[in-house]
């Protein structure tokens, strides 16, 4: 395992420190998620389970162990250094104030162990007029201009996926990785740092770009797209369909495929920006042409012009297709109290000469403590005696 005998300590919430947490467990990392006795308002999201766990928290958790504790209690904080002691790595999307009052910012952990790598996840980050606020997906959605340009003019709408705590997990985590083979020479750790806001502009820096230097002001246009055409979504005689036509060679099989050979020479679809320019005409085109279809049949004709299309799928719809099998990214969990298995994927990479650890599911509520505890030197006359006290 690439990550074998690299531990984590996730002090994470919700998505943006856990996935990141996540990933490197995937690959042989040991991630001992601490959580508040009881456990912490993430483990409860779209409960699932008898015991309350959530659908998102069996994705963010898969294979870690659990560990519950005040680490602001002064007992809680000589476990955490204890811990911190035999770490390698602390993954907190915390804001600054709240790493420092819990000893968790970079200054306290190094002084413990010179080798720990701290990963943040913030909000705004640790400077400027906005850092000591405190945001989710959506406020990093809507203030990258994304929001602005999706939807219609009358109503913006955010992207129901939470791309932008994905996102920020996965830059996170590219900085671990970093961070770690810095340290192969350096033997020091180092502060790597996420934010919401950064990741939100770096996905939407294209759009940024080109008001920077074109001056155009670009508004919502629905499910089309600026850049070529036609890129929307269609309906059919029974659903839904996406076409995505980028470039001239898929735009003239697309012409030929609808009947209309004559718009590969029009002056008004040259390119892929006029064509995104002049698109609503081509999206009506389209979607007379899909309106006479059944959403398989579309799908069939235009895959075999080689036009990118999919279906639009309902969640119940999307891991039952025969492409998601083939592909092996589904590894089930079963969660004591759920009433199947859960349909876990974790990280959708493969690399050819080192395999993802066993799949295993997420941890109940403090399951590991005793044996987490036990490993860094605890007896269990003081394991019991944390208990009692309600530290752990």
Request: charged share 20%; glycine share 10%.
């Amino acid at each position: 395992m690439p990550l074998k005998g690299i531990r984590v300590l996730d002090f994470g919430r919700y998505i943006a420190g856990p996935y990141c947490a996540a990933l490197l467990g995937d690959y042989g990392a040991d991630v001992i998620r601490i959580e508040a006795p009881g456990g912490n308002d993430d483990r409860y999201t779209v409960p699932v389970a008898d015991d309350g766990s959530g659908a998102m928290f069996m994705q963010m958790n898969r294979g870690k162990r659990c560990l519950t504790l005040k680490p602001g209690s002064p007992e809680g904080r000589e476990v955490v250094r204890r811990l911190v002691k035999t770490a390698d790595v602390v993954v907190a999307n915390l804001p600054h104030d709240a790493l420092t009052k819990l000893g968790l910012d970079y200054a306290s952990l190094s002084a413990t162990n010179p080798r720990i790598i701290l990963a943040t996840a913030s909000a705004f980050g640790s400077e400027g007029p906005l850092a000591q606020n405190v945001g989710f997906d959506a406020v990093g959605q809507a203030m990258s201009g994304a929001v602005h340009l999706t939807g219609t003019p009358d109503q913006p709408y955010r992207a129901q996926v939470n791309y932008v705590d994905f996102g920020t997990a996965l830059h996170t985590a590219f900085g671990v990785m970093l961070a770690l083979r810095e340290r192969e020479t350096t033997g020091r750790g180092q502060c790597v740092s996420g934010s919401l806001l950064g990741t939100a502009l770096a996905f939407s820096n294209a759009l940024t770009i080109d008001h920077a230097l074109n001056g155009i002001e670009r508004q919502p246009i629905g499910n089309r797209s600026y850049s070529s055409g036609p890129t929307d979504i269609f309906r059919t005689r029974d659903g839904w369909i996406v076409t995505q036509i980028v470039g001239g060679g898929i735009f003239a099989r697309w012409a030929n495929l609808v009947g209309r050979p004559e718009l590969v020479d029009d002056p008004l679809y040259a390119s892929d920006i006029l064509r995104g320019d002049n698109g609503e005409a081509l999206s009506v085109i389209m979607q007379h042409w899909c309106s006479e279809r059944s959403s398989d049949d579309a799908i069939a004709e235009l895959s075999a012009a080689r036009v990118p299309a999919a279906p639009v799928l309902r969640a119940a719809e999307a891991l039952a297709q025969p492409q998601v099998a083939a592909m092996g990214l589904i590894e089930p969990a079963i969660y004591p109290g759920t009433a199947t298995e859960a349909p876990v994927i974790r990280a959708p990479i493969r690399l050819s000469e080192s395999a993802k650890v066993a799949s295993e599911r997420a941890p109940q509520v403090g399951e590991h403590s005793d044996a987490i505890l036990a490993e860094i030197g605890y007896g269990g006359e003081e394991i019991s005696a944390l208990r009692a006290a309600s530290i752990i």
